[in-house]
């Protein structure tokens, strides 16, 4: 990398690259988004841990021994305390018939408490507040449960509680506690345990089930969201979630897909998923959960319904269709039909008697892709189209996403191997790439009909071997500045792309399947670090705009790329974005951006984030915890003809924006606002 710092600094003193003048147009532009105005915002489905021990905010892993065919019940992440004896067992009656598998535990010592520890999510973290938890017994016991969170290093205890015991024979019962440590631990190494006095049963043996601790979550939900990752998703200002997947969705296999059905209702009576990306989960983020997630955060949400195609490649026979539709339609009604609805009841029944507002739902994911060609053509047959009809006569008014783009299968064969597209659906676009391959994707959407890109983001290093090989272990910084052209591109079309999503968006550093998120993060909130992409993302999202508006130049896009627009919403603010990617000779590019009708005096903040140590392959390292992306605000004032005057460095991202007050900074670590929506229609820049 020092090679390649010496020789940028050198080639630098050759001089700036060619000035740019971009004019801008007051009007001819083109309102933006659907529903909403065009906006940013990410895909989530449980991959990376990034649910179960990641925002899913519970701290046990392995709470109620749940498991499937890929994924046998064990006693993992549990060890005993005192010597007890800990195994499975499948007791009569169960806890419930989702929860068949408990944990027996059995003393072997004569004297003193017994019980089990559990590790969490690669460690606990523990500070002085007050953690909500609860378990479930079965068994005679009379005398108390001590719950504890203690060192997994040391022999110090940071809290313990006294819970007093419920428990009978023959059935099971529930113990509620709320426990805040004396002290905070100094590190994450701690674990959580309950212990009992085996005198006090009969047998000195005793069943657990359920076994749950929480800590305070973001907006105070029960069974919520860890509230540093939910607010550093929410500092970014996005305006959609997309869920629950994703191959996520899909499954391993028929008869696995992610049945939504199996995700609402009291924690006992979730089953669990079985995973598809390496592990078990809980279910405990299920369809509610995921529409509180919008709901508290301010955010649209486009819903994916399964659409009868598993990752292995199985797909539905179209007389087996029927029964998915209807679940399709089901899952509809529960989260916009009214209370005298028979789904919408059940929602009102969990607690949300109010319809949820949903505009868009996804048929299927990546339909072209799982067995292929038997999946896609079985979907371009009647998978998509017997699930378009009745999705969209049940239901006008929302928006119907195919799950692919107009590209695929293959760009060169998608003209008549893609999908039949009816005129009032989108396209789905999932553009994994390299820096270069982004910056190619500025204008793929010029001549295109509406899509949403569902998922992008740069994920291998130009020139190399691509998915033959691992990703980037991190998002680094030309793949951010390659990523933000595109979403250049994309705002330029954005009244037919009504959002772009990132993809995967968060990892647990610990265990994790994809490198490349916006926010990594253990257990440990002072590793939560938000990536190099995240900084890109963040700027554009915090300066919307209702309406493209065209522009013209004296250069062609390259290596300044750029669109401009107004935002309604903040009194006509006139926006303009920009990226340089690859000048001549690493040359920064003198900029005059012209607004039609603005008076020569008017103020307009300029926001540049550049990576100042000039490695381009520099990223942010949840472990040194330095952000090596520089935001700089710069505030202008106009010159003659509306000009704002300015030079924008090599690999830099840039905003300019004639509303001051806008936000452009990274916004404080505790902030509450909720992003802003907006509504409107349209295209332009």
Known sequence: MAAFKTFAVAAALLGAAQAVDVNVRANGGNVTGKFDKFGYGFLHEDINNSGDG????????????????????????????????????????????????????SATNTTGQVGFQNEGYWGIDVRVQKYTGSFWTKGAYKGEFTAWLKSNLTTDVFGRVQVQSKSVADAWTEHKFELTPSVAAPSSNNTFAVTFDPAGTSNGTLDFNLISLFPPTYKGRANGLRIDIAEALEEMNPTYLRFPGGNMLEGLRLGAEW?????IGPLRERPGFEGVWGYQQTHGLGLIEYLEWAEDMGLHFAVGLYAGLALNGNYTTEAELQPYIQDALNEIEFIIGPVTSTWGARRAELGHPEPFELNYVELGNEDWLAGFPGGWESYKAYRFPLMYEAVSKAYPDIQIIASSASSDPNPETAATDGLDFPADVLGDYHPYREPDQLVDEFDRFDNDFGHIVGEVAAVHVNGGIEWL?????????????GESVSLIGYERNSD?????????????????????????FAADPALTTRAVTWYVWSLFAHHPITHTLPTTSTSDYGPLYWGAGRDDDRGGALVWKGAVFNTTNSSSVPVTVNFQGVRRGTKAKLTVLTNPGGDPFAYNDPFTGVNIVKTTETELVAGPRGGFKFSLPELSVAVLDTDVAAVSKDPPHHYWGKPKHWRGHGRGW
């Open 54 to 105: 990641g925002i899913y905010a519970e701290l046990i892993q392995n709470r109620a021994f749940q498991y499937s065919p890929s994924y046998p019940v064990s006693t993992a992440h549990y060890s005993p305390v005192n010597g007890a004896s800990l195994g499975i067992e499948f007791v009569s009656p169960p806890l419930s018939s989702a929860l068949p598998a408990s944990l027996r535990v």
């Open 259 to 263: 049945d939504w059905m199996d995700s």
């Open 469 to 481: 090989g691992l990703l980037n272990p991190y998002p680094w910084w030309i793949g951010a500045v």
């Open 496 to 520: 037919r792309i009504p959002m772009v999503l990132y993809a995967p968006v968060l990892k647990n550093i610990n265990r994790f399947q994809w490198s490349i998120t916006l926010i990594q």
